[in-house]
């Protein structure tokens, strides 16, 4: 049994791709979530845990187009916990098969942009054309202060 999770976390690892069986396409990277708490007025890391995640398919080359190592995200996925031996030494793997990956916006900013096939699925072209999509490319969506006048 798997248990769905989300983390929050940083890359210790550029993304790596290869095609498993049938030519799927699977990224990995190395994945560090540290537990920081606010002690005495100052941040103390308290634990970190080391994940090593999965992705597959077109959430995988997503992943190899966007990601690289030291950056920010937030994984969601299934988690597995697996014991190990291999020349007499035992030990346990945590891993990720990720669902979801994005931006952690705590710490920075970011620019949503469709792949083609998304954006062709949905009326319009690749660079947002032909749509009122507020999360389309080069289209500029209402302040909350303009909404109102």
Do not use: C
């Not at 798997?2 to 396409?25: H, M």
């Not at 190592?69 to 891993?95: F, M, N, P, Y």
Request: hydrophobic share 35%.
């Amino acid at each position: 049994m798997s248990d769905l999770i989300a983390v929050p976390g940083n890359l210790t690892s550029p993304p790596t791709r290869q095609s498993v069986s049938g030519g799927v396409t699977m990224v990995t990277f190395g994945l560090a979530s540290t537990e920081r708490r606010f002690d005495n007025g100052t941040w103390t890391d308290v634990h970190t845990n080391f994940y090593n995640v999965s992705v597959f398919r077109k959430l995988g080359e997503h992943a190899y187009a966007s990601l690289e190592k030291g950056q920010r995200v937030i994984v969601a996925g299934k988690l597995k916990v697996r014991h190990w031996e291999a020349s007499g030494r035992t030990g346990t793997s945590v891993d990720l098969e990720a669902s979801s990956i994005g931006p952690d916006l705590m710490f920075g900013v970011a620019t949503f942009v469709k792949d083609g096939r998304a954006a062709e699925v949905e009326g319009r072209s690749a660079d947002g054309a032909g749509g009122t999509d507020g999360w389309a490319p080069g289209e500029a969506s209402a302040t909350p202060a303009e909404e109102a006048s």
